[in-house]
């Protein structure tokens, strides 16, 4: 079939997110002006450059309590600083406790049971236990097409990595299986992985 978003798909359900799959899950944790720590996930993120290494993600729709976003473009707008937690198939029921819309100000840490921990180079929680959390001091927060559509980019600090996924020295994904999003309500998880040399190496 072919379709013009313009003009709707027919279908029961959106399948835009289905065909650019899987996303990794950023799970974003932020803090506001006051102190108060915020943690969500988002599965448009990913990595967009080596020197110096950057990340980004799309934040879109809104908060009641929000002025025209939400809490963590809300909060990153206010300290310039974010963390990306990377996330494990082991972690998932408390990623997907994290994306419940609380009133702004709460902590989704506690409410998803997850530890806290500070960073080391932002002024910014991080979640404990994690395989991999990118210390980030924001860069650019660009708005794009759509009413609450912005695309935060991030120069990643400081790097934590969990020393058990260290194997030989390489990050090692099958050490803790990363959760990635696909499209509906469907996630999946990385167990298996092959090399591909490429012509020029």
Not at 5 to 16: K, Q, R, V, Y
Not at 101 to 122: N, Q, R, W, Y
Not at 134 to 148: F, H, K, N, S, Y
């Amino acid at each position: 079939m072919f379709y013009k978003p313009s003009e709707g798909h027919g279908l029961p359900h959106n399948p835009f997110n289905a065909l650019v799959t899987p996303r990794p899950i950023g799970w974003i944790s932020t803090r506001d002006k006051d102190g108060n720590d915020n943690l969500a996930p988002y599965s448009f993120f990913n990595a967009v450059a080596y020197v110096p290494p950057q990340v980004m993600f799309a934040s879109t729709g809104v908060k009641d309590d929000v002025e025209g976003t939400k809490d963590s473009v809300a909060n990153i707008r206010e300290t310039g600083v974010f963390c990306a937690n990377i996330v494990e198939y082991a972690a998932r029921d408390a990623m997907n406790h994290s994306s419940a819309t609380l009133p702004h100000g709460s902590d989704e840490f506690d409410h998803a049971g997850v530890e806290k921990l500070e960073c080391d180079t932002i002024n910014c929680a991080r979640v404990g236990g994690t395989p991999a959390a990118l210390e980030c001091r924001m860069t650019q927060i660009v708005q794009i097409e759509g009413a609450a559509n912005y695309v935060v980019f991030g120069e990643v600090i400081g790097v934590h990595m969990r020393d058990d996924c260290m194997v030989d020295g390489r990050f090692d994904v099958t050490r803790f299986a990363p959760l990635s999003r696909l499209g509906y309500r469907d996630y999946s998880v990385v167990r298996e992985v092959f090399e591909i040399i490429r012509p020029d190496d």
